[in-house]
């Protein structure tokens, strides 16, 4: 028969019971003890879920205090001296790698975090030493999880990242030259000891994750495969499923002969169906299927018609016994359950499935395929009438949009003059000085911001006294600004719950949630907006915030905005049509924004993209072009509709953009602002050649971290930038915006900023 399986589950739980517990335990107000108690509560309530919907392959080991990937780094010994040698609690270590330590005479900050792929999800990067050695921990975790489901009466099958995956994903540590996969020998055993204590302890099978399957890969890494799965499978193991997701893997289909003994193989059939054929083809004669046809990536209900073809396709060549119904990867990307939403209209609420209902669609499809439709008939139509409902609802169709995109010109992605004469009317008109300061938009979101919107949310105060409470928001933070000395101001965005989430709010076309909340790093998550029509703006979004603040500060106010790409990617998009033309709307509805904000007065303004480089396809080549063709025009769409005198920024952040940069220029801002201070200044060396014509503000310091950097860091950064850019097209600001700081240190660390500035405005006032 055909088995169902799922291929992780979010691990924050309904109500975001673990960011809770961890943020309790990080502030000394959850004891370790309570801390792992929850945890322990909320994996039992996830396999229960599953359980409870009939799932055949639960997974375990798919928790994680912080992420995934860092319970390996732990798992396997992988960490790095300056973290092992204070001898904390493994749960105090584990924490210190992900986010840092800085408490009792130690200061050490976290390992780096990087995306996951094409996600918003980010996992800590394993990070090897010259001689790195692996030694399996005593009680390792996918053991204890495996044995704590089984106590609970439900036999799971245990996940791991794979060994090719966990090392491809890695780097040296800084000063150290070691190539990642060349540890491969040294890592193997260790997984070896870990499959047969897994096997011991009960476990039939175990999925073993190696999504780095559907990148191109340098030789070395796909020739790791054949080795690796050679010491990995056998009599003496738990059956592997090889799980890849985010994209196909026809292009390494020469690496599935050497991976036979792999009881079976995954793919993601919803984001590249056209594998399917290649790659049961090239399965072996015992090989078995894994059909991820159930979207992890996204919420729409899964079209029952369609998915249940695709898995006969395989039945047909494989027999039932080799082919199993799996989410396309895991669930960790999508919200807990659609039926704490109280607030969504009926309408639309019927075409979603959250992560608990998508448990019971892998179920569903499963035994439709096995005892045939009739087994399911119920389900069936009721899926059916859901896609004919969405279909033809006058919510996805709106005919004055689709007008407004037909009438697009060329000449509406272009500004009116090249760079140089805009600069020349900026200058005169914003009048800044040599080396200009300015922070990338938010400043801290205090409990006392979130607890009133909550009452604000929740009608327990009016809109007039949140009004009234973000007034005194903003003007709290023009006179800090003022007492800064910073140069161009910007609101604070405190009205913001998020930068993407609030635009969604504003705009028509999409849905949000009340309780949608993804991970997005260890305890931070998120609440995408849907997209589920036609995308258009009611009204101004952000000019009366912005143009209040500049009311009350003679300093130039920056307007803040988020852009097309990154609303697009942050949000759940509609998948009935293409992304560029959702992109598109997005940057009409966004064009007007930044027109109403320079006829209130707003003569900066800033879109961010800080997505733009997440949805560059994962593979180069022709895919990459076109995404790159539409993602770049909709953001000059976006911003060309102002006068010259008007000065374009756009920030970017969490990506490495060393080898992205021409795309970055291609988006013709005024002004760049962009993350580097984590990278050892990798990005600057993109400027070598002093070509890059326009204005620049490489981060002066991390914001990820409390740590204060002291002024002369900050200057030995500006020194080091001036041996890449000339001093007149350098800005001063953060690597990012300071929501997720604290007031104490953000202070602290801006004085010594602007000092910095104001040393090098000094040392070149001949340039000004
Ligand atoms: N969408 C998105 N993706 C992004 C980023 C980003 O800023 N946005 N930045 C990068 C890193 N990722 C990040 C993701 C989340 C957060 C973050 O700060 N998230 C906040 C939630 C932000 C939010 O939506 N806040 C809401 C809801 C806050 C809340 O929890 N309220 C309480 C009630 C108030 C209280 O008692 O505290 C509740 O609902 O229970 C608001 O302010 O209104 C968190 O996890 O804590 C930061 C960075 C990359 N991806
Ligand atoms: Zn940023």
């Not at 009792?104 to 980010?122: A, C, R």
């Not at 985010?246 to 050497?258: T, Y």
């Not at 072996?284 to 996204?298: E, F, I």
């Not at 035994?367 to 439709?373: C, E, I, L, S």
Request: charged fraction near 25%.
């Amino acid at each position: 028969m055909v088995q169902s399986s799922v291929l992780g589950f979010p691990r924050m739980g309904g109500n975001r019971e673990l960011k809770k517990a961890n943020e309790a335990y990080w502030a000394d107000k959850l004891s370790r003890d309570d801390l792992l108690a929850e945890a322990k509560r909320l994996r039992l309530e996830h396999w229960k879920i599953q359980k409870d919907a009939g799932v055949d392959s639960i997974p375990s080991n798919d928790f994680a205090f912080y992420d995934h990937v860092l319970d390996h780094i732990q798992m396997f010994n992988a960490i790095p001296e300056r973290y092992s040698k204070h001898s904390l609690h493994p749960i105090d270590e584990y924490f210190a790698m992900g986010r840092g330590h800085q408490k009792d005479g130690i200061d050490v900050p976290s390992l780096e975090m990087v995306k996951w792929f094409d996600s918003n999800y980010h996992y800590v990067k394993p990070t090897f030493q010259d001689g790195q050695t692996f030694k399996l921990a005593e009680n390792p975790k996918p053991v204890v999880e495996f044995l704590e489901a089984k106590e609970a009466g439900i036999v799971t099958r245990p996940v791991l990242v794979g060994p090719v995956s966990f090392l491809a994903l890695g780097k040296a540590d800084r000063d150290q030259t070691v190539d990642p996969i060349s540890l491969l020998d040294k890592l193997l055993p260790v997984y070896s000891e870990l499959l047969q204590k897994l096997k011991a302890a009960g476990a039939e099978t175990v999925q073993i994750d190696e999504p780095t399957l559907v990148f191109d890969l340098p030789p070395k890494v796909k020739a790791a495969f054949k080795p690796a799965y050679e010491a990995l499978t056998g009599d003496k193991f738990p059956k592997l499923v090889l799980a890849t997701y985010f994209g196909d893997i026809v292009h390494n289909i020469d690496v599935l002969p050497a991976l036979q003994k792999v009881h079976a193989i995954h793919v993601d059939l919803v984001r590249n169906p056209e594998q399917l054929d290649s790659v049961i083809a090239a399965l072996g004669p015992n090989q078995s299927l894994s059909a991820g046809v159930v979207d992890g990536r996204n919420i729409w209900k899964t079209n029952f018609k369609r998915a249940i073809e695709t898995v006969e396709t395989a039945v047909q060549k494989l027999g039932k016994d080799r082919v199993i119904v799996a989410t396309s990867s895991s669930l960790l990307h999508t919200p807990h359950s659609l039926d704490s939403e109280k607030k969504l209209p009926a309408e639309v609420k019927e075409w979603f499935s959250f992560a608990v209902q998508k448990t019971s669609e892998v179920v569903v499809i499963a035994k439709a395929v096995t005892d045939g439709p009739a087994s399911v008939r119920e389900a069936l139509e009721a899926n059916a009438a859901a896609m004919q409902a969405r279909a033809s609802s006058e919510r996805t169709n709106n005919k004055a949009v689709k007008q407004r995109q037909s009438e697009v010109t060329s000449a509406m992605h272009e500004r009116q003059s090249p760079f140089p004469e805009r600069y020349a009317q900026q200058k005169t008109h914003l009048k800044l000085p040599l080396f200009p300061t300015t922070t990338i938009g938010s400043f801290p979101q205090t409990k006392e911001i979130r607890v009133q919107r909550n009452k604000f949310t929740k009608g327990e105060i009016t809109a007039e006294e949140y009004e009234k409470f973000i007034e005194k928001e903003i003007q709290d933070v023009v006179k800090i600004q003022d007492e800064l000395k910073l140069d161009v101001y910007v609101h604070g965005e405190p009205e913001r719950n998020d930068m993407v989430q609030y635009f969604g709010e504003r705009l028509d076309g999409y849905v949000f949630t009340t309780n949608g909340w993804v991970q997005s790093y260890g305890s931070r998550c998120v609440r995408p907006p849907i997209i589920v029509g036609d995308i258009s703006r009611p009204a101004p979004m952000t000019v009366k915030e912005s143009k209040y603040a500049a009311s009350i500060s003679s300093k130039p106010m920056k307007g803040m905005l988020t852009g097309p790409i990154t609303c697009l990617r942050w949000s759940f998009p509609r998948d009935d049509v293409h992304q560029s033309v959702q992109a598109q709307q997005l940057a009409l509805a966004l064009r007007d924004e930044v027109v109403d904000l320079e006829a209130a007065g707003i003569y900066v303004i800033q879109v961010d993209e800080p997505a733009l480089r997440e949805g560059l396809p994962l593979r180069s080549g022709r895919e990459r072009e076109n995404y790159l063709a539409w993602a770049v025009n909709s953001f000059k769409l976006a911003c060309a509709g102002v006068k010259d005198s008007t000065q374009i920024h756009s920030h970017f952040c969490y990506s490495e953009f060393q080898d992205f940069f021409h795309a970055i220029a291609a988006l013709d801002a005024d002004v760049l602002s962009i993350e580097n201070s984590k990278s050892d200044a990798k990005l600057l060396k993109v400027f070598e050649d002093k070509a890059y014509p326009r204005h620049i503000g490489p981060g002066v310091y991390d914001i990820h971290s409390p740590r204060i950097p002291s002024e002369q860091e900050i200057k030995d950064r500006i020194q080091e930038m001036l041996a890449f850019l000339r001093p007149e097209q350098l800005w001063v600001n953060p690597d990012c915006g300071l929501k997720t700081r604290q007031w104490k240190e953000t202070k602290a660390a801006l004085t010594n900023m602007v000092n910095a500035a104001i040393y090098f405005r000094e040392k070149y006032a001949d340039k000004a």
